[in-house]
């Protein structure tokens, strides 16, 4: 389910070489987990998962090098809602 306080912008650049930046804006305390999935649903990367006070928060995604070209999912999470953005990865 989509919350329409928690919000995540585009990641950019995109397509993403070596990294990626975007925000999360938290509408309310909880826990916040962030994460990279690729096309089959496997988590690739786990990337935030924690106790989060509302307001917005900064992300910079190293994309690791055992990460290879394709397309990618990056979705915060809380509270059962979700949010997410594509992102192409090309070496």
Not at 4 to 29: D, K, R
Not at 50 to 71: H, K, L, Q, T
């Amino acid at each position: 389910m989509h919350s329409p306080g928690l919000l995540m912008t585009a990641a950019v650049p995109n397509p993403a070489a070596s990294s990626v930046s975007f925000q999360v804006a938290v509408p309310a305390a909880g826990l916040l987990q962030v994460a990279v999935f690729d096309l089959g649903g496997h988590i690739v990367d786990l990337m935030e998962r924690s106790e989060a006070e509302p307001g917005p928060y900064a992300f910079i995604w190293d994309i690791p090098s055992r990460v290879s070209n394709g397309i990618y999912f990056i979705r915060a999470s809380q509270e059962g809602y979700s949010t997410v953005s594509r992102l192409t990865v090309v070496r």
